[in-house]
């Protein structure tokens, strides 16, 4: 619709003229047809919809399809530019229409209310008339926001549960707390001097006690882990009851399930050893059990939305720690907490800083907002003292009146034991954004060998570089490839078929751990410095080097992510596995994943929802990281290239680092992009 045709329409006609006019914007791509077939469902709800109302809602189920859970009105009369991400070329058409609209969040609300489709209700207050309005108004006068009737009531439900767990408080024996800590956090030279700064973790131990939620957040090797293992040692030291203790781990992805599970057993296994016979850590390992993805702690069923777990059938847990808990949308954390026993514990690890999950919600970003700062009141300064012998800097301590109950149950993280080199140096230095040019001279000036960039669209030395690796980092799919070709070791031929299945395992493992040394990752999918384009174009150059022999959709060593949760397989969006021949030799092609130290497999012709993974984006990458990290940015990234996106990449490298960047000046242009996630919560 033309911005002359916007303009000489008669009043009468304005909402089917604008209705016209975000159908032609979803045919532009400027919003998705979702948004638009919205929108008219809307209009056709209420008859007497106008133009303030058909914008309102195909606006936000677009902030929806883009992470946010709502719409705040604030951005409506200027047509926020930045939250929309309104294409250059559209700015006249965008400036049409709006002339047809309020020109104050004051008007917007109010035409917004006066539609029987929308339910008005305060910040805190309950909902009055409500008949199930598809919509709801919330907020204060001043900062009103619009939201899809779920995502209301998913944000109301989590901010509840929240604020309930933070502020029924346990009962804390605090000087036998005090002496467990003490001999959990032993230093490792009994005569060192205790440190000048807060331990952090050791705090981390003692706020957990004492509430039924508990957020640690910190950025990589801060050891959030670490801490969290320790946190069940006091809380077997100290239950009445440790034998009948019920703890479950989880993650968003069955990677980081895995990986917590490996980082929680190692940690306790070396606190044994620290700790002798005064506690029976080994006996609380194998009670944990295996690490689960959410989807498979609540019990995702591939039949329905519904979860086998919820208020009326809750948990059988007493304690439950979930990892990588910025990836956890905010339907997601909903369930979670919805799930959760009155009685039980939460505990979430994550990492503030990283990416938000690819649904609508921020949630850990959220309830972190002021982490930095602490804010602990006088009641949890005096509880620190006494169970850590810590005292909690005047910078860290809450001033003004009635600090929030959730900051005295969040503990940030600040010193990193092992991100202190070139990389940690590298994602400081993007997270802050102090110097947006840092981060490029960081990467140029790196002499040790950690550090890579190629900002020149240098598209074949990227392919060079996935079967080669470069000098200081050798790691790359040539590993996983000639572990392939090696095949399992001969067991003789008289070897019974259990040491051939042995021998296959090992095999299997080896290929597996191989290929988890490197990967690609990309800010986004489509185009030929994307996941697609990159996926076909890794594949014909490893099949070049006579290593890999693609032919046909499956064959030996294709490596797959799964796309799809499917609970009846065991397998779960963002699981990666190989597909090599089943260990009889007639069983066909099956796809291998390894859960820690776990194999498991699935035959390939049950594997309907999966995608190569050679190159994965980073939204699919968190929960992992590889020796060799390589982050891919694309000219076509476009609001996807954030600062939260670029830390998150080089936070997956262990101990290698490349940046390939299709043009100059795409590292710069993203740190200085943070993500905005509009929310309520």
């Known amino acids: 619709m033309s ?10 006609s304005i909402p089917c003229v604008v209705l016209d006019t975000v159908r032609t914007w979803s045919d532009a791509g400027v919003l998705r047809h979702l948004d638009s077939a ?3 469902f809307i209009a056709e709800l209420d008859t007497s919809a106008d133009a303030a109302l058909i914008v309102a809602a195909a606006l936000l189920s677009h902030l929806e399809g883009r992470g946010h859970s709502c719409l705040p009105l604030t951005a ?16 006249p058409a965008v400036d049409a229409l709006w002339q047809m609209l309020p020109a104050s969040t004051e008007v917007w609300r109010a035409a917004l209310a006066r539609s029987p489709l929308v339910l008005r209700t305060g910040l805190g207050s309950e909902p009055e008339a409500d008949h199930g ?34 502020t029924t408080r346990e009962a804390v024996d605090e000087p036998t707390v005090r002496g ?3 001999r959990l956090f032993a230093p490792a030279d009994a005569a060192s001097a205790p440190p000048a700064a807060p331990d952090w973790q050791r705090l981390a131990c003692a706020i957990a006690l004492r509430a039924r939620l508990t957020i640690i957040t910190g950025g990589p090797g801060t050891g959030k882990t670490y801490t969290a293992a320790r946190l069940l040692a006091l809380l077997l030291a100290t239950s009445a009851t440790p034998q009948r203790l019920r703890i479950a781990l989880a993650a968003p992805t069955g990677k980081a399930a895995a990986r917590l599970k490996q980082s929680i057993d190692g940690a306790l296994e070396s606190l044994q050893a620290s700790l002798g016979d005064t506690l029976e850590l080994a006996a609380l390992t194998q009670r944990i059990g295996a690490a689960r993805t959410l989807h498979s702690l609540l019990g995702a069923r591939p039949d329905t939305r519904r979860l086998r777990h919820h208020a009326g059938n809750p948990l059988d847990v007493d304690v439950v720690i979930v990892d990588e808990a910025s990836m956890v949308h905010l339907e997601m954390m909903a369930a979670l907490l919805d799930a959760m026993p009155a009685s039980a514990r939460l505990i979430l690890l994550g990492d503030k800083d990283q990416l938000a999950s690819v649904e609508a919600g921020a949630v850990l970003g959220d309830l972190c907002r002021d982490a930095q700062g602490g804010h602990y009141n006088a009641e949890s300064v005096r509880y620190i003292a006494a169970t850590t012998g810590h005292c909690v800097p005047e910078a860290f301590r809450a001033q003004g009146p009635a600090p929030v109950a959730l900051a005295q149950q969040t503990v940030m993280l600040r010193e990193s034991r092992r991100f202190d080199g070139p990389i940690g140096a590298l994602a400081l230095a993007v997270n802050t954004a102090a110097d947006p040019t840092l981060p490029a001279r960081l990467l140029h000036d790196d ?23 470069r000098p200081g980092a050798e790691a790359s799919y040539r590993d996983y490839l000639e572990a392939l070709q090696r095949g399992p070791a001969a067991a003789g031929a008289d070897a019974s078929g259990r040491a051939q299945a042995t021998l296959h395992t090992a095999w299997v493992g080896a290929v597996l751990a191989a290929f988890d040394r490197f990967r690609i990752l990309c800010a986004v999918r489509a185009g030929d410095w994307g996941v697609s384009g990159l996926n076909r174009a890794i594949e014909q150059a490893l099949a070049r080097t006579g290593l890999l022999k693609p032919q046909g959709a ?6 797959v992510m799964v796309t799809r949760n499917d609970p009846a397989l065991g397998v779960f969006n963002g699981d990666i596995g190989i597909a090599l021949p089943a260990a009889d030799g007639a069983g066909g092609l099956r796809v291998y994943f390894l859960d820690g130290e776990r194999l498991r497999s699935v035959a390939v012709s049950r594997l309907a929802h999966v995608e190569t993974a050679f190159a994965m984006t980073v939204h699919k990458s968190q929960g992992s ?33 490349s940046l390939f960047t299709e043009r100059p000046g795409l590292l710069e242009s993203g740190i200085m992009h943070a993500t905005r996630r509009e929310s309520g919560l």
């Open 625 to 657: 990281e590889f020796e060799h990290t390589v982050l891919v940015l694309a000219t076509q990234s476009g609001s996807v290239l954030t600062r939260e996106l670029i830390y998150t990449g080089i936070t997956r490298a262990r101990k290698a680092f």
């Open 38 to 40: 919205f929108a008219a």
């Open 76 to 91: 409506l009369p200027g047509a926020d530019p930045a939250l929309f991400a309104w294409p250059p070329d559209t700015q």
């Open 133 to 166: 309005q598809p919509l709801v108004l919330d907020g204060p006068d001043a900062a009103p926001r619009l939201y899809l009737r779920r995502y209301w009531r998913y944000e109301r439900s989590v901010a509840r549960a929240v604020h309930a767990r933070c």
């Open 3 to 12: 911005p002359s045709t916007l303009a000489s329409a008669p009043p009468a």
């Open 447 to 469: 002499r040790s060998g950690a550090l890579f960039a190629s900002e020149h669209g240098a598209l074949d030395a990227l392919i060079a570089l996935c079967t080669n690796g």
């Open 180 to 182: 467990w800590l003490d």
């Open 554 to 559: 499956w064959y030996t060593g294709r490596p």
